[in-house]
C-alpha cells in the first residue's frame, strides 16, 4: 500500500507564511507528478499547484507568485512553500501522486490532508 503524509499546517496570520511537507512511502515503482490540491468547507476541490518528475511546474492562478512547489525525488517528498497568504487560502490542504505501481498500472494516491487557516 502506498501511504502520503502531509505536514506543516497550521494557523497564519495574513501576510504570513507555511511550508507544507508530503512524504510518499510505499510500493511505488516510479513517481510520475505530484501535486497539492485544497478544499474549503462548501466548495470544490482545486488543484493548487503540481510539479513533474521533470520538475516542470503549474499553478492555479489564485497563488502565482505567492507559493512555489518543489519535490525532492530521493525522499519522494514534495513541498509547497505558501508566502503572502491570505484569508482566502484557508482549507485543508490535499497531498497528490501520480505513480506507476508496476509496468503498465499508474495510480493516484491522496494524503488525508492538513489544514491551513489564515486569519488574525
Known amino acids: 500500500q502506498v501511504q502520503l503524509v502531509e505536514s506543516g499546517g497550521g494557523l497564519v496570520q495574513p501576510g504570513g507564511s507555511l511550508r507544507l511537507s508530503c512524504v510518499v512511502s510505499?510500493?511505488?515503482?516510479?513517481?510520475?507528478?505530484m501535486g497539492w490540491y485544497r478544499q474549503a468547507p462548501g466548495k470544490e476541490r482545486e488543484l493548487v499547484a503540481d510539479i513533474t518528475n521533470g520538475g516542470s511546474t503549474n499553478y492555479a492562478d489564485s497563488v502565482k507568485g505567492r507559493f512555489t512547489i518543489s519535490r525532492d525525488n530521493a525522499k519522494n517528498a514534495v513541498y509547497l512553500q505558501m508566502n503572502s497568504l491570505k484569508p482566502e487560502d484557508t482549507a485543508v490542504y490535499y497531498c497528490?501522486?501520480?505513480?506507476?505501481?508496476?509496468?503498465?498500472?499508474?495510480?493516484?494516491?491522496w494524503g488525508q490532508g492538513t489544514r491551513v487557516t489564515v486569519s488574525s
Open positions: 497528490n501522486t501520480n505513480y506507476w505501481y508496476q509496468r503498465g498500472d499508474a495510480r493516484d494516491a
Open positions: 510505499g510500493s511505488i515503482l516510479r513517481i510520475n507528478a
